[in-house]
């Protein structure tokens, strides 16, 4: 994509996403995997990727969000979404969090949006671009398809979501990066 957000392709990238993105996936649901490719190194782009009690320092769609007493594996937060989206609240509990391997996984446990059972995985790599240190993102996800929805429908809105928040990632990250700060 024109973005630098695609779709997984190359073998390494596969791998990952066989090793370290597993989802159940039911009849009813649609899951997918997003790569981003960032000039930014890996240890400036987890520092924000992995603050659970911060999602806003990059994702676009969230104004405010609150987690009870430390993040850890088990914490719930509550994400309150910008107007625009069909939604107002989420509440949400890290699944995973894993400093060795660069690994952040969260799962929505309620709301008031059509996000059921969704589960997430985001993955962050060391790779270079154009000879400077530079990161892979990956995050994928499954959720169930609501009432109403095909799979294509839902996935392509997903996917819209997590494109929004990848691109954002990169432009914080390299615009920290310039200015050699770290989170």
Known sequence: MED?????????????????????????QCTSALVKHIKAPL?????????????????????????IGD???????EVNVKSGLPATTSTERL???????????????GGDHRLKNYSSIVTVHPEM???RA??????????????????????????ALIRCNLKSLADVSERLASQDIII
Not at 43 to 67: A, E, G, I, M, N
Not at 71 to 77: C, F, K, V
């Open 129 to 131: 671009i154009e000879g």
């Open 43 to 67: 240890h400036l782009v987890w520092s924000l990727v992995r603050r659970f009690d911060q999602p806003q320092k990059y994702k676009p769609f969230v104004s405010r969000c609150t987690v």
């Open 4 to 28: 630098g957000t695609a779709m997984y392709g190359d073998l390494e990238t596969v791998e990952y996403v066989r090793t370290q993105h597993k989802h159940h996936c039911r009849e009813n």
């Open 134 to 159: 530079g990161t892979m993102v990956i995050e994928s996800f499954v959720v169930d398809v609501p009432e109403g929805n095909t799979k294509d429908e839902t996935c392509f809105f997903v996917e």
């Open 71 to 77: 993040p850890e594996i088990g914490s719930l937060r």
């Open 95 to 109: 699944e995973l969090l894993d400093d060795e391997e660069h690994i952040l996984g969260i799962r929505i446990i």
